[in-house]
């Protein structure tokens, strides 16, 4: 069989098929040509669908691999339309919903954001992760190279961006600017996953304008669910985050 090898990588270079399928071509087995051909087939999706996959996670920008099974929801409060299995199936995304996780550092939150965001890898769907400063930083630079919109360009392949530490540091006016044009750009189109351990109240603190900070709260809870990670800081129960996030729900439900 060796002898056709060299005619099927040339036919598969028109055909524009992967050289792995000539490789399969030389060992896969079947009872009639039209089962081999089949299983040919078959691998060769298969064999794309992983490279789509090992792709997606590796320009995701994930600083670490996380996984579902490594992850305790034990400490976390969810809302009652959220579970892990809902996560998980990303149902936050099928119905447009943000998410938005409130907890004091080293509680848990950017483990789930990159659980789900592996997860959301594996369906086949574009992630982006950012450190929020890291992401000012890059369209602060890009603003100044005069490549703001193409740097929008590229971020706009995914679909699920998640913004880690969120008011962790306080930004440039500027870069706050920046941030919030982009949000607002995307709002509705994307799914933002935001990690912060700031309560809505305190982030005109690393904002420093009232009128944006509520505009960027409004659009980032308009569709979206609060995800609380207590940890050792019982306070959080009663944090304004979760009052004012409630009282919005409720009047959106009035309304």
């Not at 996780?101 to 997860?119: F, P, Q």
């Not at 949000?183 to 304008?209: A, C, G, M, P, Q």
Request: overall charge neutral.
């Amino acid at each position: 069989m060796d002898e056709y090898k060299e005619p099927i990588a040339s036919c598969c270079k028109q055909l524009r098929l992967s050289v792995n399928l000539v490789e399969n071509a030389m060992i896969q087995t079947g009872e009639s040509h039209q089962e081999y051909l089949y299983n040919l087939l078959k691998e060769e999706i298969r064999y794309r669908k992983a490279t789509r996959v090992a792709k997606l996670i590796n320009t995701a920008g994930f600083p670490l691999q996380h996984s579902f099974t490594s992850f305790d929801p034990s400490e976390v409060q969810f809302p009652a339309s959220v579970t892990i299995e809902s996560l998980k199936a990303l149902d936050f995304y099928h119905s447009g919903n943000n998410l938005v996780m409130y907890g004091s550092t080293g509680t848990g939150k950017t483990m789930l954001s990159i659980c789900i965001g592996m997860e959301a890898c594996k369906k086949g769907i574009p992630v982006k992760f950012f450190r929020t400063a890291a992401l000012i930083n890059q369209l602060s630079e890009a603003q100044e190279r005069g490549s703001l919109s193409q740097l929008h360009r590229k971020m706009d392949k995914a679909e699920i961006i998640i913004l880690d530490e969120f008011g962790y540091v306080p930004y440039n006016r500027t870069g706050s600017q920046l941030l919030f044009d982009y949000l607002s750009e995307i709002h509705e189109k994307k799914v933002i996953i935001l990690n912060t351990n700031l309560e809505f109240s305190r982030w005109v603190n690393v904002l420093y304008d009232e009128q944006m900070t509520a505009a960027l709260v409004g659009r980032l809870t308009h569709h979206c669910h609060l995800i609380l990670f207590p940890g050792e800081n019982n306070r959080l129960r009663e944090s304004s985050i979760n009052e004012l996030f409630a009282s919005r729900k409720g009047g959106a439900q009035d309304g």
